[in-house]
């Protein structure tokens, strides 16, 4: 970028990668047009020789912008976008020049959108930051104000739910059965009932913090997941975690433990036991008992 060009200048030649960070954030080509603009009054109000790197000030801006939307669709949920990128069906052309690449990858990734859509708000932002525009985590936990850590942990509950998105994946009802189920077989000491609800294969992973009190970083097979939930869980309660089923541990009313489950072909096949603050701040953990599963 010249550094003697205009603010005008080098904010229009950031515009569309700012738009490529927007879109993908929001899933809506308006909303990210109105997330550019707003970041452009910002750059309007700042100091721009003041500004080390206007590249990195800008993804900044723009990805703080976003997260703003993305907490305010949660507090106050709409119906579906009806921006055509996501409504309207389309076909693959045989060739695509670079310049289209995004319109491309819009068009094939409806279904990432709804499942986008179903990620925290910090989650989306860290997964969208870091795994499509390689944003590393130090800086993305500047812009969230979490740690770098926190950072790569959103980043993989969200890269875990985007493959596992696919058609083997249960649907949600189905899930919320299954994690049901779960946990009346731990409170019983079921050990039997564990193991048929486990994929064989089936993993149990600790964030650093959960490890810090005690539990295991990473667990393999369903045996040895099953061995340590059976008869342990008797201050747990099922939860809706960002709308799928879960577990959580409370104290004084503040969920201090969360269970994070992945469901595919039935069974468990993942356990995220989180207890990092800023996770488990970002979760929208729910009642159950308000979306029952029959």
Avoid: Y
């Avoid at 944003?135 to 812009?143: L, T, Y």
């Amino acid at each position: 970028m010249d550094p003697g060009a205009t603010r005008t200048e080098r904010f229009e030649e950031e515009r569309p990668r700012l738009h490529d960070v927007a879109a993908r954030m929001l899933g809506s080509r308006q909303d990210a047009e109105d997330a550019v603009q707003e970041t452009w009054l910002r750059l309007v109000a700042a100091d721009v020789d003041a500004i080390d790197n206007l590249a990195g000030w800008l993804t900044t801006a723009i990805s703080r912008i976003c997260l703003n939307v993305l907490r305010s669709r949660r507090r106050h949920p709409t119906t579906p976008l009806d921006d055509p990128a996501r409504t309207a069906p389309r076909s693959t052309p045989p060739a695509v020049a670079p310049d289209d690449r995004v319109v491309l990858d819009e068009s094939v990734g409806e279904a990432l959108l709804v499942v986008l859509d179903r990620l925290g708000p910090a989650e989306r932002v860290t997964f969208v930051l870091h795994d499509t525009f390689a944003v590393p985590f130090e800086e993305i936990a500047g812009i969230l104000d979490k740690s770098p850590e926190a950072c790569r942990q959103l980043a993989s509950r969200a890269r875990r739910r985007v493959r596992g998105a696919g058609p083997s994946t249960s649907d949600p009802l189905r899930q919320r059965e299954i994690v049901a189920a779960f946990l009346a077989a731990t409170r019983t000491g079921d050990l039997r009932a564990l193991v048929a609800l486990l994929d064989p294969g089936a993993e149990l992973v600790a964030d650093p913090t959960a490890v810090s009190m005690g539990a295991p970083a990473r667990l393999t097979g369903a045996d040895a997941v099953a061995s340590l939930f059976s008869g342990r869980a008797q201050g747990a309660r099922a939860v809706l975690l960002d709308g799928r089923g879960g577990l959580v541990w409370s104290r004084g009313g503040t969920a201090t433990v969360a269970f994070d489950f992945t469901v595919e072909a039935g069974r468990v096949t993942w356990i995220e036991m989180i207890a990092d603050r800023d996770v488990l701040d970002d979760m929208d953990i729910g009642d159950l008992r308000r979306h029952p599963t029959r």
